[in-house]
């Protein structure tokens, strides 16, 4: 069965520190991988995806991530934390041929000024 | 940009009673989904929706719940009888492609409180 784990629940950094969300899943093949990011009393937003090709993905307000197949991770990252970015961010698995999203558990970003 | 808007933000309700929960998709979109996050657990997927009929559904989505689009615009999800475990928040999401491959949109949530 399809399973995505988030193993850090809280994280802290300072702002303007570099940032590292993990995020590791367990499918068959490769799935669809999503992260999103939830501020409080907000919906969930897309940040980025990753179907195929380059492992490195962009997204918005200036986050990455890259899909490691040999770890089954896609880690989020961003150089440099805004007090903006926090937020609760949710790592996302969606099989090929489903309609559907498994989600992790979610890591609570703090930034500290 | 566009949204998905969901009414009410929150609601309260009696256990036994009947509630309905709305969304407002993108207009262009063809896929509708709900979602619910229980307090502190993961978001859980119940049901998608397309061309009036259920795709796929959870295990948790029995038969107390129940979807609809009543008209060209709404899209909502009944709890017949709630009790005290659908307390949660409940998402509503849509897409304009197919299948998970391509990310939602969703709404800001619903949340159901039953007393």
């Known amino acids: 069965a399809q399973s995505v784990t988030q193993p850090d629940i809280h994280i802290t950094v300072s702002e303007g520190a570099s940032l590292e969300l993990r995020c590791n899943y367990s499918?068959?093949?490769?799935?669809?991988l999503f992260w999103y990011v939830q501020s409080p009393g907000q919906g969930l937003q897309l940040l980025l995806k990753y179907f195929s090709g380059d492992t490195l993905v962009q997204g918005i307000k200036g986050f990455e991530a890259e899909f490691k197949r040999s770890q089954s991770s896609f880690n989020l990252r961003k150089p440099s934390v805004h007090w903006s970015d926090a937020a609760e961010y949710f790592c996302?698995?969606?099989?090929?041929?489903?309609?559907?999203?498994?989600f992790g558990t979610g890591t609570r970003l703090k930034v500290l000024a | 940009e566009p949204e998905v808007t969901q009414t009410p933000s929150h609601q309260v309700t009696q256990m036994g009673q009947e509630v309905i929960l709305r969304c407002v998709p993108i207009s262009n979109h063809l896929y509708f989904y709900w979602y619910r996050q229980i307090l502190g657990q993961k978001v859980e997927f119940l049901v998608s929706?397309?061309?009036?009929?259920?795709?796929?559904k959870s295990e948790i989505f029995d038969d107390q719940f129940s979807v609809e689009r009543p008209d060209g615009s709404n899209f909502t999800l009944k709890i017949r009888s709630t009790k005290l475990e659908d307390s949660a928040m409940y998402f509503c999401?849509?897409?304009?492609?197919?299948?998970?491959?391509?990310?939602?949109?969703f709404g800001s949530g619903t949340r159901l409180t039953v007393v």
């Open positions: 999401a849509s897409s304009d492609r197919t299948g998970a491959a391509y990310g939602y949109t």
């Open positions: 929706f397309y061309n009036n009929e259920i795709s796929e």
């Open positions: 996302a698995v969606g099989a090929p041929g489903t309609y559907k999203y498994i």
């Open positions: 499918y068959g093949a490769t799935p669809y």
